[in-house]
């Protein structure tokens, strides 16, 4: 089945730097790639979401890419600010509304 | 619109028993996913129902069921509790306008079983 690599684990940034969390899938089947912010105790929330044949999505200081032939796709914040600080994770899905996510990314944005 | 709404939102239960936890989808939404989240093993998807059919279902043991009722409302039922169920349940609806149709989720469900 579908397995998803998230990298870092954790990752610090300065205020106004930017932040690059990378994963990986493996089956090649995937077409629906969205990443969701989850700060502690609450739900996860869709952030950005891209399609497979898409390349790149941008939405204000957040965008996502697609590398269908590697099979990875990434998170880019630019402009960080102290409210980016929580759990993303990414995740894959070949339909069904089926999503297999990473293991997380903790962003922790220090003023 | 109202968001997924999940009750209840806290639950103690000891081992052996069983629980039924309840999910509302955004008005619209047909699909109704469930996920288990713990520390140890992340988000992992447990099934997903659209017009009152399982569609699809994760690897977990035949003591995690579901149902959706035809209001597109939705419960997952735990038999036989175990320590490791402890976890937040979360679930998630979705339009399904496509079969890659975004998922909203619900505050979740935390399960603590004693």
């Known amino acids: 089945g579908e397995n998803v690599e998230q990298h870092p684990s954790t990752l610090s940034v300065q205020e106004g730097d930017s932040a690059v969390i990378k994963c990986t899938y493996s089956?090649?089947?995937?077409?629906?790639f969205p990443w969701y912010k989850q700060e502690l105790g609450k739900r996860p929330q869709l952030i950005i979401d891209?399609?497979?044949?898409?390349g790149e999505k941008k939405d204000q200081r957040i965008a996502v890419t697609l590398n269908k032939t590697a099979k990875h796709f990434s998170l880019h914040i630019t402009e960080t600010q102290p409210e980016d600080s929580a759990v993303y994770f990414c995740?894959?899905?070949?339909?069904?509304?089926?999503?297999?996510f990473g293991t997380g990314t903790r962003l922790l944005v220090s003023p | 619109k109202a968001g997924v709404t999940q009750t209840p939102r806290y639950l103690i239960k000891t081992r052996g028993q069983q629980v039924t936890l309840s999910c509302s989808p955004i008005?619209?939404?047909?699909?109704v996913s469930w996920y288990q989240q713990t520390p140890g093993q992340g988000l992992q998807f447990l099934f997903e129902?659209?017009?009152?059919?399982?569609?699809n279902k994760g690897n977990f043991p035949g003591r995690f069921s579901g149902r959706q009722f035809s209001n597109s409302r939705s419960e997952m039922n735990v038999s036989t509790l175990e320590l490791g169920d402890s976890a937040l349940y979360l679930c998630?609806?979705?339009?399904?306008?496509?079969?890659?149709?975004?998922?909203?989720f619900g505050p979740g469900t935390r399960l603590t079983v004693l």
């Open positions: 891209i399609r497979s044949n898409v």
């Open positions: 995740a894959a899905s070949t339909g069904f509304q089926k999503l297999v």
């Open positions: 998630a609806s979705s339009l399904v306008v496509d079969w890659t149709d975004t998922q909203y």
């Open positions: 008005s619209g939404h047909r699909s």
């Open positions: 089956d090649s089947a995937s077409n629906y």
């Open positions: 129902y659209f017009s009152e059919t399982q569609r």
